[in-house]
């Protein structure tokens, strides 16, 4: 299954679609695809309806957060030092991360191939959180749309039901983020250190030695 | 009355005893569980009811499926904060005397589970215990061992006297809060008139021995 | 068939409606029951005796393995996939373990590849047999039958506490191999096993093909199409039920499996009876494996003698792997950033996945198919709500 040939298939029948193919460091060798939020419902109805081969099968939606990281590299660059040209090696910071993403692996069952993996980000981690939901066209990825939505907060708009899945209702924060706080129950810590010494310590001095 | 005079006794078809022993007797034997597994330690709780290790053969015959007529609760496995309510809620309504045995690290204090945001830090923080088998998940014969332990607590227990049990204490509290749910956790987050915090914190290291500054 | 009365009817097509819906029960079958294979919690509403709507609530088991895995160490993350699917721990084990091989590229040697698929049939010996005990006690058999399946279990699990020290969380797959070689003696002991053990699936066998009762009950019940087992994300013995062909071991080919000849047993009609009598089907296919995998397993190491087992850092990067389990299809999909610790750690759940269409099964069924519907899904909620 070549990805760019998939890619290519895609751009030919979804018309405005933006795709772009993301590669992966480790050996496994499985790039994946990004899609635009805009065509990502008209790519994925491609996918399982008429796309060779017929994807089918979603087996894993995943979501993930990437908080905004700076990134500083160092870039050779030409600069004209004491009136010489010369290359210096000059700290570019870049700013990476600060969405959340959706991942889904798709397979075919028919043709026995697989996997595409599909991608979508979500434009920050505060208000613009909403993502189209693919339930419509797998219905494999409705309890994981629901999951994603309550460990991290992105809202699938076509979603038949969305609500929080595994924690209740009246929860209000998305535990898996990665700045998620999690609620203070560290009164006795027998074997504690690092961070838990920390909060075990708070307590023990906050209640008197409660 | 002294033991070689019983058994003499016993042998010629008399049988000597006190209201307290026959009671706890009859308690003890036929400590009936409720149906009540919650995870991994589930699995050898019920491999302790099967053929091979026999838990009936103590007493524990029928896993009741209702808490109105069960007098013992294993919790076996994980407590999350979704479960407590209900946990403490069929604790409440089971009838006295009622036990509580904690199966397994994670309902004695939240186990390998401990830094979850959804895992309740031991059973104990809402319910007072009476056994706790350590293990993950123990063994089907580390159940049989507890079920004997509690079986001798049930054999020491006073029917007069200010060291009676709860059930016969009209004093003593038998049903307990019930934690609702709040925005980012359990509220309240423990009974205090249950669970006191242990003094003695070992790892503070560079502290003394109390463990606080 | 199911007659829904008008105000059932006008429930479901008007949801908001103030309409009292004085016809219909709301029972909720708690997270404590009986038969729920754990807390499993659904809302049902009733009319009479008929299903008109079921809700199911998950989380009660919410053990937060993905959070969990982020502050561990890759190797630290095993003992903790033991946790998941509780009663096939070296199937989860083995899953991971070959999402990691996948995500730094590490080989693994041809004795720990036997010995993996030799301990993954048998823990898929003991995971059927375990699940068909179960469904005849929700039948209402009241326990005896589970006894049988149990004893053929305690068998199994001697095997397993002989290998690894313990008889559910076995902890044995590392990256690279398996933890431990094989004791002197295991090799017969095992081998006594796999040759009773047809005995066993021959009681019941006949237990399911001539007992009256357990074929009006579980035939035509909770029926399930191939397009849309396939549509929603089905997997391993509910997917083949419905007519899928399509088993991880032959499509993927992972470990040697392609070294095996064994059949896919497929059902027809995709409904409960298909299930079972799969998964009694599947374990005969398991036990030619068994054989065929102990005739010819090799001597050598068990661990790739270049794993770095400290300070284990893989490239950053992406993989997903998957197995058959037991319950279906067990994927790891795993993100590293080049640190000690995953990224992500994603489980892909079979027993959550496999549950999508529960509501539509049960609709138009009586209360007490629910509880047979639900055995035959096949779920742990250790895996459901990780």
Request: glycine content about 8%; proline content about 6%.
């Amino acid at each position: 299954m070549n990805l760019e040939e998939i890619k290519s298939q895609i751009e030919a029948n979804v018309p405005g679609c933006q795709l772009e193919i993301i590669p992966n460091g480790s050996p496994s060798g499985q790039h994946s695809l990004l899609v635009d939020t805009d065509h990502a419902f008209a790519v994925a109805s491609f996918l399982r309806e008429s796309a060779s081969p017929r994807f089918d099968y979603c087996s894993n939606a995943t979501g993930i957060d990437w908080p905004l990281k700076e990134v500083s590299t160092k870039v050779k660059t030409k600069k004209i030092v004491d009136g010489v040209e010369k290359e210096v090696d000059e700290v570019v910071k870049t700013q990476t991360g600060g969405y959340l993403e959706v991942v889904y692996h798709l397979f075919s069952v028919e043709q026995r191939e697989g996997p595409l993996v599909l991608r979508m980000r979500t434009q920050d981690r505060a208000e613009g959180v909403h993502l189209p939901s693919l339930t419509p066209i797998w219905r494999s990825a409705e309890f994981q749309e629901r999951e994603i939505f309550d460990l991290y907060g992105v809202l699938f708009d076509g979603h038949p039901d969305l609500r929080r899945l595994l924690m209740w209702e009246e929860f209000q924060d998305f535990p898996m983020r990665r700045d998620y706080v999690d609620p203070d129950d560290y009164e006795y810590e027998p074997t504690a250190h690092d961070d838990v010494l920390k909060r075990a310590q708070a307590h023990q001095s906050t209640e008197g030695g409660l | 009355m002294d033991e070689q005079l019983k058994s003499e006794l016993r042998r010629q078809g008399v049988v000597a005893t006190s209201l307290q022993e026959l009671y706890n007797w009859g308690r003890k034997s036929s400590l009936w569980p409720l149906n009540f597994g919650l995870a991994c330690c589930a699995i050898e709780m019920i491999a302790t009811t099967m053929a091979r290790y026999d838990l009936a053969r103590f007493g524990a015959e029928v896993f009741r499926p209702s808490p109105r007529q069960a007098d013992l609760m294993i919790v076996a496995g994980t407590v999350t904060k979704k479960m407590a309510p209900q946990v403490v809620r069929l604790y409440n309504q089971m009838p006295e005397p009622k036990y509580v045995i904690s199966m397994g690290a994670c309902a004695i204090s939240g186990g390998p589970f401990k830094q979850g945001y959804n895992v309740l830090k031991g059973i104990d923080r809402y319910i007072p215990v009476d056994v706790y088998i350590p293990g993950c998940p123990p063994r089907p014969e580390a159940l049989i061992d507890a079920f004997m332990m509690l079986q001798k607590k049930i054999d020491e227990q006073y029917l007069t006297g200010p060291n009676r049990p709860r059930h016969l204490n009209a004093e003593m509290a038998s049903e307990f809060i019930v934690p609702e749910f709040g925005a980012h956790d359990l509220v309240p987050t423990k009974n205090v008139g249950v669970w006191e915090v242990p003094l003695v914190n070992i790892s503070l290291a560079g502290k003394n021995e109390s463990g606080r500054d | 068939m199911s007659t829904l009365t008008d105000s059932s009817v006008d429930i479901l097509s008007n949801p908001s409606s103030d309409h009292y819906a004085g016809d219909l029960l709301e029972v909720s079958m708690g997270p404590q029951h009986p038969s729920t294979h754990g807390v499993f919690r659904m809302n049902v509403t009733l009319d009479g005796e008929q299903v008109v709507k079921l809700k199911p609530v998950f989380g009660y088991l919410h053990r937060n393995h993905e959070k969990i895995a982020e502050t561990e160490s890759y190797l630290g993350c095993m003992p903790y996939t033991d946790r998941l699917d509780y009663i096939c721990s070296i199937t989860n084990n083995w899953a991971y373990a070959l999402a990691v091989e996948k995500l730094a590229g590490i080989q693994v040697p041809e004795r720990a590849e036997y010995l993996r698929v030799i301990t993954g049939e048998l823990t898929r010996l003991q995971n059927h047999a375990g699940l068909i005990g179960f469904l005849m006690q929700d039948m209402g058999a009241s326990g005896t039958p589970l006894m049988y399946a149990f004893r053929e279990r305690e068998k199994i699990l001697d095997l397993f506490e002989a290998l690894t020290g313990a008889r559910m969380m076995c902890n044995y797959m590392r990256f690279g191999g398996c933890r431990v070689d094989l004791p002197s003696g295991w090799m017969q002991q095992a081998q006594k096993v796999v040759d009773e053990f047809p005995r066993f699936l021959d009681e019941f066998e006949r237990l399911l093909m001539t007992n009256e009762i357990l074929m009006a009950r579980t035939q035509g019940v909770g029926v399930v199409t191939t397009g849309q087992a396939i549509n929603s994300g089905m997997s391993g013995p509910m997917a083949r039920a419905s007519g899928v062909n399509y088993d991880l071991r032959k499509v993927d080919k992972y470990g040697i499996y392609d070294r095996f000849s064994f059949r896919v047993p497929l059902g027809d009609k995709g409904d409960v009876y298909d299930r079972y009598m799969l998964r009694v089907l599947e374990m005969r296919e398991s036990i030619e494996i068994l054989k065929q995998a102990m005739r010819d397993l090799p001597s050598g190491p068990i661990m790739d003698p270049n794993t770095k087992i400290r300070g284990f850092r893989p490239k950053a990067g992406e993989a997903y792997g998957r197995i058959e389990a037991p319950k279906g299809e067990l994927g790891f999909y795993l993100i590293s950033d080049g640190t000690p610790n995953p990224y992500r750690f994603r489980v892909r759940p079979p027993s959550l996945i496999n549950l999508t269409l529960l509501e539509q099964m049960c609709i138009g069924q009586n209360v007490a198919d629910i509880v047979i519907i639900l055995g035959s899904v096949d779920i742990v909620l250790g895996e459901v709500d990780r």
